[in-house]
């Protein structure tokens, strides 16, 4: 055995030690959290391991996402090249691809110096992207990006340069099929000795060694530890869309919510360490487009210094998770800030829980601190005492039906509870979508009911805000009210009352077929029980997605087909639509917050519209209703642009 291979034995087994301690140390910190079954349905969490984590499916949605996927695959081909250099340092008569026929051996060697330009290029194009058009976030041009990047560069560097040296020598017989090696050989002076050609192939593998086992070591301690992450991360990643939050047990003795973060589940930490820091979340997130103090990325980045921080000691409240100064700590102001659009959970690469980590928290503030925005407390008063937003006498309830004959609902007789919800029967202006789909129904020989004054508020937005208590409790007499009458169809107007029966209800085990108008009105169309006399004296009408009508349920397609019947033309389209459409602000309990950084999100969302020249803007959600119509106001464009429901738009199409 050589000095130079009992050198690197000695090396190799440090290196290799000191990784080993590293993952335990920091992936330890993870089984702090709390439990999350994600070891279900094995079969399909690996394929979606293969379709996002290896087949990038997320990463590649964005022009520059292409060389990220070139660097990852030529990563994984790398792998099997740099295990072969590894192993063949410790045992170098005995382990190396040399040894294969010449078929194959020759075949590994021309992949493996193609790949390794791939790469080097990739990190030059990184590289030149930082230096001129960075991603907004400053972390971009941190030192540790440009550290991770350089490792890289000098790997490849150290690949050429070893294999040049060896083919110069005449001791490498694929050189042929080396095609980048090659040229590296033609670069070196013919007049090179043997000897010196040796010295320089035997410093390159040293080098190569020395960056390689360099670059192991330094992933667990940078931001990249999301190179370890992040596949896990995707087969861990939730296997349905996430639309709800996690149910609250209130018994004695028991916490609520995040306040401190071991108080997380394992999945919730995890999420930290496999974050990218691509800023695709912040990108998309409403707040911080407008200029909040809120950032996806950056919350999830807290948490994770949070816990490398506070982990590795007996007590986790060192730093605080929430409403300390600095990194690792988010503020208060920060969590009030997110509209759960979920924006950020559908671009995440790799799946990180955003929303469900902030309302964690909001939880803790609420429940535990009863610290909260000043606005709140009335808005939870009210929901308390009276059901409603508003605090509005229960009789009030029915005054949307004064004019028209609205039938309860009755069990055996009535088929589907139509579920008017705060907005539809308190709000002056959303109260006319009311008596549209009322109308509607009535036309396509529906039968349909309602509850009357005993109706009561689903509770949604008390959940997101995190008053998880007063949820339960609005939940669970709904549930018990539905189960009495003989519920089990019901008709919505409001996207944020469909989610909450149809996705959160199921939590407290309601068997409920909730569906919302513009699917129904779509299926009724269909079915040719619904004739509309198409008009097109709406002018140019756009069409805005509700962030829980179109993110968290896909529908998407239904509304823009209803629109397409009652007007004869298809709705215009915003710049961003879709599973990329941008909040109305009113989400996640804003609907009752003042704005009081940045933009107002309506009025950014109002001036994509006005860019479309839009005369009539569509909505399928009375929070989009309120929002659109304040957002026109402040660009003084009230009188110029309409803001109708779905229903509204059909209800006008329905022959006299």
Same mark, same amino acid.
């Given at each position: 055995?050589?000095?130079?291979?009992?050198?690197?034995?000695?090396?190799?087994? *440090?290196?290799?030690?000191?990784?080993?301690?590293?993952?335990?140390?920091?992936?330890?910190?993870?089984?702090?959290?709390?439990?999350?079954?994600?070891?279900?349905? $094995?079969?399909?969490?690996?394929?979606?391991?293969?379709?996002?984590?290896?087949?990038?499916?997320?990463?590649?949605?964005?022009?520059?996402?292409?060389?990220?996927?070139?660097?990852?695959?030529?990563?994984?081909?790398?792998?099997? *090249?740099? *295990?072969?250099? &590894?192993?063949?340092?410790?045992?170098?008569?005995?382990?190396?691809?040399?040894?294969?026929?010449?078929?194959? =051996?020759?075949?590994?060697?021309?992949?493996?110096?193609?790949?390794?330009?791939?790469?080097?290029?990739?990190?030059?194009?990184?590289?030149?992207?930082?230096?001129?058009? !960075?991603?907004?976030?400053?972390?971009?041009?941190?030192?540790?990006?440009?550290?991770?990047?350089?490792?890289?560069?000098?790997?490849?560097?150290?690949?050429?340069?070893?294999?040049?040296?060896?083919?110069?020598?005449?001791?490498?017989?694929?050189?042929?099929?080396?095609?980048?090696?090659?040229?590296?050989?033609?670069?070196?002076?013919?007049?090179?000795?043997?000897?010196?050609?040796?010295?320089?192939?035997?410093?390159?593998?040293?080098?190569?060694?020395?960056? $390689?086992?360099?670059?192991?070591?330094?992933? !667990? =301690?940078?931001?990249?530890?999301?190179?370890?992450?992040?596949?896990?991360?995707?087969?861990?990643?939730?296997?349905?869309?996430?639309?709800?939050?996690?149910?609250?047990?209130?018994?004695?003795?028991?916490?609520?919510?995040?306040?401190?973060?071991?108080?997380?589940?394992?999945?919730?930490?995890?999420?930290?360490?496999?974050?990218?820091? %691509?800023?695709?979340?912040?990108?998309? %997130?409403?707040?911080?487009?407008?200029?909040?103090?809120?950032?996806?990325?950056?919350?999830?980045?807290?948490?994770?210094?949070?816990?490398?921080?506070?982990?590795?000691?007996?007590?986790?409240?060192?730093?605080?998770?929430?409403?300390?100064?600095?990194?690792?700590?988010?503020?208060?102001?920060?969590?009030?800030?997110?509209?759960?659009?979920?924006? %950020?959970?559908?671009?995440?690469?790799?799946?990180?829980?955003?929303?469900?980590?902030?309302?964690?928290?909001?939880?803790?503030?609420?429940?535990?601190?009863?610290?909260?925005?000043?606005?709140?407390?009335?808005?939870?008063?009210?929901?308390?005492?009276?059901?409603?937003?508003?605090?509005?006498?229960?009789?009030?309830?029915?005054?949307?039906?004064?004019?028209?004959?609205?039938?309860?609902?009755?069990?055996?007789?009535?088929?589907?509870?139509?579920?008017?919800?705060?907005?539809?029967?308190?709000?002056?202006?959303?109260?006319?979508?009311?008596?549209?789909?009322?109308?509607?129904?009535?036309?396509?020989?529906?039968?349909?009911?309602?509850? /009357?004054?005993?109706? &009561?508020?689903? /509770?949604?937005?008390?959940?997101?805000?995190?008053?998880?208590?007063?949820?339960?409790?609005?939940?669970?007499?709904?549930?018990?009210?539905?189960?009495?009458?003989?519920?089990?169809?019901?008709?919505?107007?409001?996207?944020?009352?469909?989610?909450?029966?149809?996705?959160?209800?199921?939590?407290?085990?309601?068997?409920?077929?909730?569906?919302?108008?513009?699917?129904?009105?779509?299926?009724?169309?269909?079915? /040719?029980?619904?004739?509309?006399?198409?008009?097109?004296?709406?002018?140019?009408?756009?069409?805005?997605?509700?962030?829980?009508?179109?993110?968290?349920?896909?529908? =998407?397609?239904?509304?823009?087909?209803?629109?397409?019947?009652?007007?004869?033309?298809?709705?215009?389209?915003?710049?961003?639509?879709?599973?990329?459409?941008?909040?109305?602000?009113?989400?996640?309990?804003?609907?009752?917050?003042?704005?009081?950084?940045?933009?107002?999100?309506?009025?950014?969302?109002?001036?994509?519209?006005?860019?479309?020249?839009?005369?009539?803007?569509?909505?399928?959600?009375?929070?989009?209703?309120?929002?659109?119509?304040?957002?026109?106001?402040?660009?003084?464009?009230?009188?110029?642009?309409?803001?109708?429901?779905?229903?509204?738009?059909?209800?006008?199409?329905?022959?006299?």
């Amino acid at each position: 055995m050589t000095p130079d291979v009992i050198a690197f034995i000695v090396v190799f087994a *440090a290196a290799i030690l000191f990784f080993g301690w590293s993952c335990y140390r920091r992936f330890g910190l993870v089984l702090k959290g709390r439990p999350d079954n994600r070891f279900d349905a $094995l079969h399909k969490r690996f394929w979606n391991m293969l379709f996002y984590a290896f087949g990038q499916r997320r990463v590649v949605s964005k022009p520059f996402g292409i060389n990220h996927f070139v660097l990852f695959w030529a990563f994984m081909v790398l792998l099997i *090249a740099n *295990a072969e250099f &590894l192993l063949n340092g410790l045992a170098p008569d005995v382990i190396s691809y040399s040894r294969l026929p010449d078929g194959a =051996y020759f075949t590994l060697a021309c992949i493996f110096d193609i790949v390794s330009v791939l790469a080097l290029l990739s990190v030059i194009l990184a590289v030149i992207r930082r230096l001129t058009f !960075p991603p907004p976030h400053t972390e971009a041009r941190s030192r540790d990006a440009f550290i991770i990047l350089s490792l890289v560069a000098f790997l490849m560097i150290a690949f050429f340069g070893m294999h040049a040296s060896e083919i110069a020598r005449g001791t490498e017989r694929a050189a042929d099929y080396m095609f980048i090696s090659n040229f590296g050989a033609a670069i070196i002076p013919s007049g090179a000795s043997a000897g010196s050609l040796e010295t320089a192939a035997n410093v390159f593998w040293w080098i190569h060694a020395a960056v $390689l086992l360099s670059f192991l070591n330094y992933l !667990p =301690y940078s931001k990249h530890m999301h190179v370890l992450a992040s596949i896990p991360n995707c087969f861990f990643k939730s296997l349905e869309k996430i639309k709800t939050q996690s149910r609250e047990e209130f018994a004695r003795d028991n916490t609520f919510g995040v306040g401190q973060v071991d108080q997380f589940t394992w999945k919730g930490l995890f999420d930290s360490y496999a974050c990218t820091e %691509c800023g695709r979340c912040s990108d998309v %997130c409403p707040a911080t487009f407008t200029g909040k103090p809120l950032e996806p990325r950056l919350v999830i980045h807290d948490i994770k210094v949070n816990l490398l921080k506070n982990g590795p000691g007996d007590s986790v409240a060192e730093l605080p998770l929430i409403g300390g100064d600095g990194e690792g700590s988010v503020s208060e102001e920060v969590l009030w800030e997110c509209t759960t659009c979920g924006a %950020c959970m559908e671009v995440c690469p790799v799946f990180i829980e955003h929303v469900p980590r902030i309302v964690d928290m909001r939880r803790h503030l609420v429940e535990m601190k009863a610290k909260f925005p000043e606005e709140l407390l009335t808005l939870f008063e009210n929901m308390e005492q009276r059901s409603n937003p508003w605090g509005i006498a229960p009789a009030e309830r029915t005054k949307w039906a004064a004019d028209i004959n609205v039938q309860p609902f009755e069990a055996g007789k009535t088929e589907y509870l139509f579920y008017i919800g705060c907005a539809g029967a308190f709000d002056a202006r959303n109260r006319h979508t009311t008596l549209s789909v009322a109308k509607i129904l009535d036309a396509g020989g529906v039968s349909w009911g309602t509850l /009357g004054r005993d109706e &009561l508020c689903c /509770g949604e937005s008390v959940r997101r805000l995190g008053n998880e208590y007063v949820f339960d409790r609005m939940a669970r007499e709904n549930i018990k009210m539905f189960e009495e009458k003989g519920v089990k169809k019901i008709i919505t107007q409001c996207p944020h009352c469909y989610n909450t029966l149809k996705n959160d209800y199921k939590q407290y085990g309601a068997d409920l077929e909730v569906v919302h108008h513009t699917e129904f009105i779509n299926s009724l169309i269909k079915e /040719g029980r619904l004739k509309l006399n198409a008009s097109g004296d709406l002018g140019n009408v756009v069409f805005h997605d509700s962030c829980y009508l179109g993110r968290y349920n896909l529908i =998407y397609d239904a509304p823009r087909q209803v629109v397409a019947e009652a007007t004869g033309k298809a709705p215009a389209e915003m710049e961003r639509n879709r599973d990329k459409a941008f909040c109305c602000g009113a989400g996640g309990g804003r609907m009752w917050m003042e704005e009081k950084e940045g933009t107002l999100i309506n009025v950014a969302r109002v001036e994509e519209a006005l860019e479309k020249k839009a005369e009539t803007i569509c909505v399928c959600c009375p929070y989009c209703m309120t929002m659109f119509d304040d957002g026109l106001k402040d660009k003084d464009a009230a009188d110029k642009v309409q803001v109708l429901d779905l229903a509204e738009i059909v209800a006008r199409a329905l022959p006299e």
